[in-house]
């Protein structure tokens, strides 16, 4: 199966930025659709942006749209996540992940909004933003 693993975490100051990182491995499907999700402490886990591999197309939450790009190399090995301007509301684990775009699985506008639906997940990087 599809092994995520993300890096590039980190303690920033508010209005800083970071990139994250994600390798990926394993890929059994032609098409996959990648996103990136965050989970703060006691607050449910929530989506931040996902991106296909089949179209390239790229999604985002309202709450990260214009501040965040999520991105992915050529060979689609690597997934990124460059966060810009970041506030302390910004300060959460955050986590990469997978599905197989088979059977309707592909990203649209609203697959951020569904981690249920995501098969794959990493094990998170810590990201930290202080005021």
């Known amino acids: 199966q599809v092994q995520l693993v993300e890096s590039g975490g980190g303690s920033v100051q508010t209005g800083g930025s970071l990139r994250l990182s994600c390798a990926a491995s394993?890929?059994?499907?032609?098409?996959?659709?990648m996103g990136w999700f965050r989970q703060a402490p006691g607050k449910e886990r929530e989506g931040v942006a996902t991106?296909?591999?089949?179209?390239?197309?790229?999604y985002y939450a309202d709450s990260v749209n214009g501040r965040f790009t999520i991105s992915q190399d050529n060979a689609k090995i690597t997934l990124y996540l460059q966060m810009n301007s970041l506030r302390p509301e910004d300060t959460a684990k955050y986590y990469c992940?997978?599905?197989?775009?088979?059977?309707?699985?592909?990203?649209?506008?609203?697959?951020?909004?569904?981690?249920?639906?995501?098969?794959?997940w990493g094990q998170g990087a810590q990201v930290t933003v202080s005021s």
């Open positions: 992940a997978a599905r197989a775009a088979r059977n309707g699985a592909y990203c649209g506008p609203f697959a951020w909004k569904f981690p249920l639906t995501f098969s794959y």
């Open positions: 394993g890929y059994t499907d032609s098409r996959y659709c």
């Open positions: 991106i296909d591999t089949g179209d390239g197309r790229a």
